[in-house]
Nanobody, 122 residues
Framework: QVQLVESGGGSVQAGGSLRLSCVAS?????MTWFRQVPGKEREAVAG????????LYANSVKDRFTIFQDSAKRTLYLQMNSLKPGDTAMYYC??????????????????WGQGTQVTVSS
């Protein structure tokens, strides 16, 4: 069983930055950040494949968010710049035991963190 622990959420004004972190207890194949607001489906924000480093980004965050990892520390990061009120959500770290590509579907992930809240005010 892989445990994922997120941190780094908080409140920031529009245009500001935050960095989310997710520490995994074991190696995983793909890791992705999802976000969810009440009443809406969970959506993939950015993901990365551990081997090779291929990435996936939602169109809404391209050029603003960057996903990267420190494999030695089993830590996944999400650098979020130029934040907008529309980025307000609970952010979740998810990991897959195996993957051929970085999937944006929650059903393809085996493990989930507890979530960290990001609030962006205008």
């Amino acid at each position: 069983q892989v445990q994922l622990v997120e941190s780094g959420g908080g409140s920031v004004q529009a245009g500001g930055s935050l960095r989310l972190s997710c520490v995994a207890s074991m190696d995983t194949a793909c890791m992705t950040w999802f976000r969810q607001v009440p009443g809406k489906e969970r959506e993939a924000v950015a993901g990365i494949k551990s081997t090779g480093g291929s990435t996936l980004y939602a169109n809404s965050v391209k050029d603003r968010f960057t996903i990267f990892q420190d494999s030695a520390k089993r830590t996944l990061y999400l650098q979020m710049n130029s934040l907008k009120p529309g980025d307000t959500a609970m952010y979740y770290c998810a990991a897959a035991r195996a993957c051929f590509y970085v999937s944006g579907s929650p059903v393809n992930y085996d493990y989930w963190g507890q979530g960290t809240q990001v609030t962006v005010s205008s």
